[in-house]
C-alpha cells in the first residue's frame, strides 16, 4: 500500500464501500474503472519493496528487493485487486504503469538494476508489466482491462533515458496482443515536465492500433 491503513480495495469487506461509488456512476448512465497500483519504493513504510532497493525521493523508507517468489505473489496481488472492483460494480480497471509507482520502477533502468528475468535489457524490464496485464486479462477479461503509462514523466526522478521509445514500443505491442481495451499515455508537459514528443505518441499509436488515450 502508499502507507499503514491506506484506502483499498483488497478484500470482501472492502467490496461494499465502493459499490456505493460504483452504483452512483451508473445512475447517471456513466461507466467507472478503477485505478489499481503499488507504490513501491513510494510506500511510506519500512516494509516498502521495489524492483531494486533504490530509495524514493519521497519517503525516507528505503524499499527491500523483491525476490523472484515475491514478484511472483505481487503479481496475484494486482489480479486479486483487478477481481474485487468487479464485484463492486465497477466496470473494469486501469493498470497503473506510470508516474514511478512499481511497474514504472521494473521498466525504468534507473530502478531496475536487476540481473534475473526481471531486469537487465528492457525485454525483460517490461516482462513485469505484462505479467500482471496478462494474468488480469485472464482473470477478469481484456474488455474490462485499460493501462496508464507515462513513457516521458519524470515524477520523483524517473526520467527518459536512451531506450525509451524502443521499450514503450516494446511494451506496446505485447499489451496490444492481450487485446487490451486502451491504452492511456500521460503527458504532463501542462505542468512544467517535458512534452511526450509527437513522434512517440505516433509510435505508439501505431504500435497498439486501438484506443489511445492522451492527456495531462
Known sequence: GVKPFAAKLSNRYEVWKHRVVADAVHKEGGLIAMQILHAGRYAYSPLA???????????????????????EGTIADYVNCAQRPQQAG???????GSEGYL???????RTNKRTDRWGGDYANRIRFAVEVAQRTVEAIGADRVGIRLSPHGVFNEMPPYGETLETYVALTKELKA???????????????????????????????????????
Open 90 to 96: 465497477y466496470d473494469g480497471v486501469e493498470v497503473m
Open 103 to 109: 511497474i514504472n520502477q521494473f521498466i525504468v533502468a
Open 49 to 71: 519493496v521495489s524492483a531494486s532497493p533504490t530509495k524514493s525521493p519521497i519517503s525516507p523508507f528505503k524499499p527491500r528487493k523483491l525476490s523472484d517468489k515475491g514478484v
Open 178 to 216: 492481450l487485446g487490451l481495451v486502451y491504452l492511456h499515455v500521460v503527458d504532463h508537459s501542462s505542468m512544467g515536465t517535458p512534452p511526450v514528443p509527437q513522434s512517440t505518441k505516433d509510435a505508439l499509436r501505431e504500435a497498439f492500433g486501438s484506443t489511445l488515450i492522451l492527456s495531462g
